[in-house]
């Protein structure tokens, strides 16, 4: 990435130092996906296609993204959404009064009224978003014949990796499936759409890391008011190796820019949630019997692969969740190798790349 902003940049971009946040497309540099195509190479065969040209072209609305969410859902077996889903949730932004637009999902009476809120757009992005919004719909409505203090995730990372673990499986066959892509690309734009992929998934993980701790060095008195902008900047600095784009001072308050910030919605999660996604995708991707690159496998349809998702949610928080982890994919622990099995194509073709360039910043 720094070597190709570098090319478009000059000397804005030092290709020994750290790349300035507001080259990344995203407000906080969170996720990169957003400028793909500025660093994608030319020469390399690209995925030809665009989530969000073909939402456009085919004239896709925001609630027929949800039906599209739900029906992914539903085709691995799950009841559909009640009725009052429909009736009761915000799916577009209202144009006659200002609400929150960060989307979120919600149980209201921890029983079969559950709703999201989201200014949905009609953007690739935000279809991945209507999948993980729906994700955490499902969970809660699963576990829902659980004790009260047992409706929650197996752990936090779970209720967010869900819906992202469906996302993955918006591959280009699927997109065929349901009739938005016309031809599936080659194996040979496989690299490329890994990199787009990564934009966002590997790029975000620094970022998911360092908000808490952040937030745990101001709750422990370890970082102190007057120091609030610095520490932000000093662990952006070190895990993203983004720099402000200007100086800033304390007479800023950066970290407040994040939404999970101000709303005191822990963000631990979202890091953990980027781990269990692949090993989630994985497994059930095992279970749909899919043969062949990984990032190929869509399990839309699966039924077998749907119960196994169904008896984990249905576990919501009432056993420790490693045991829940074992139970339903087999495995004890979170780790990366999933999400590296995932990646693996693309990681060789970036070993190429990065021969004889420096790493690090
Ligand atoms: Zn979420």
């Known amino acids: 990435m720094r070597s190709r902003l570098g090319e478009r940049y000059g000397s804005l971009v030092p290709q020994d130092g750290m790349i300035p946040a507001h080259l990344l497309g995203n407000m906080w540099a969170q996720e990169w996906g957003n400028i793909y195509p500025l660093v994608a190479p030319a020469t390399a065969t690209g995925p030809g296609y665009n989530v969000t ?10 609630v027929e993204m949800v039906r599209i969410g739900e029906r992914f859902f539903t085709s691995m077996g799950f009841a559909p959404l009640p009725a009052t889903f429909w009736e009761r949730s915000l799916i577009t932004k209202p144009r006659d009064r200002e609400v929150v637009c960060h989307a979120s999902a919600w149980s209201i009476d921890n029983r079969d009224d559950i709703r999201i809120k989201m200014c949905t757009e009609q953007t690739g992005e935000d279809l991945v978003t209507v999948h993980h919004e729906l994700g955490h719909s499902f969970y809660q409505r699963a576990y829902n014949q659980q004790p009260i203090l047992f409706q929650g995730g197996a752990n936090d990372g779970f209720h967010e990796a869900i819906g992202d673990a469906v996302a993955l499986a918006i591959t280009p066959e ?23 992929e990564a934009l966002d998934k590997i790029a975000f993980l620094p970022f998911g890391l360092l908000v808490d701790q952040w937030r745990w060095k101001v709750f422990s008195g370890e970082v102190a008011p007057a120091n609030y902008n610095a520490a932000w900047w000093e662990l952006r600095n070190r895990y993203q190796g983004v720099s402000a784009p200007v100086t800033r001072s304390e007479a800023e ?11 005191n919605t822990p963000y631990t999660r979202y890091f953990l949630a980027r781990v269990l996604q692949f090993q989630f995708y994985r497994a059930l991707c095992r279970e749909a019997g899919h043969a062949g690159p990984l990032n190929r496998c869509s399990f839309y349809g699966s039924k077998p692969a749907g119960a196994k998702l169904q008896a984990m949610l249905e576990l919501g928080a009432s056993q420790p969740w490693p045991q829940v982890l074992q139970a339903a994919i087999g495995e004890s622990h979170m780790d990366a190798n ?4 995932y990646f693996a194509p693309l990681k060789a073709w970036l070993d190429r790349q990065n021969a004889g360039r420096t790493a690090g910043w």
């Open 338 to 341: 999933a999400l590296m099995e």
């Open 253 to 263: 308050f950066d970290p407040g820019a994040k939404y999970h910030v101000p709303a």
């Open 53 to 62: 040209e073909l939402l456009k072209q085919k004239g896709v609305e925001p």
């Open 174 to 196: 699927y997109l065929k499936t349901i009739g938005l892509l016309d031809a599936v690309p080659s194996t040979a734009a496989d690299t490329m759409l890994l990199l787009r």
